[in-house]
């Protein structure tokens, strides 16, 4: 069982950025791959990003490609997402994810955080 509790969420103007944080239990996180969607209003559900439990590879959407940036720390159990140059249609409430696998966290995550909303000012 992971749980997972994002932060960093907020008003920012376009251009601007902002980082989120995901704080995981559970003493396996480091096995798992983590990653993050996001949900704007009247939208379904998308994938973001997505990395594997070493680091060592990361996954993105082509929207966020470029100005998003994934990471994990996993003596914090913790994954960021650094969010640059934002725009206003990145304004959604975001959710961090894990999975056995990022094929796994990129389709069909198991676990969800409560997620943390992001908006982004014209």
């Known amino acids: 069982q992971v749980q997972l509790v994002e932060s960093g969420g907020g008003l920012v103007q376009a251009g601007g950025s902002l980082r989120l944080s995901c704080a995981a239990s559970?003493?396996?996180?480091?096995?798992?791959?983590m990653g993050w969607f996001r949900q704007a209003p009247g939208k379904e559900r998308e994938f973001v990003a997505a990395?594997?439990?070493?680091?060592?590879?990361?996954y993105y959407a082509d929207s966020v490609k470029g100005r998003f940036t994934i990471s994990r720390d996993n003596a914090k159990n913790t994954v960021y997402l650094q969010m640059n140059s934002l725009k206003p249609e990145d304004t959604a409430v975001y959710y961090c994810?894990?999975?056995?696998?990022?094929?796994?966290?990129?389709?069909?995550?198991?676990?969800w955080g409560q997620g943390t909303q992001v908006t982004v000012s014209s």
């Open positions: 559970g003493r396996t996180f480091s096995s798992y791959a």
């Open positions: 990395i594997n439990w070493g680091g060592g590879s990361t």
């Open positions: 994810t894990a999975g056995r696998t990022t094929v796994t966290v990129k389709s069909s995550p198991v676990y």
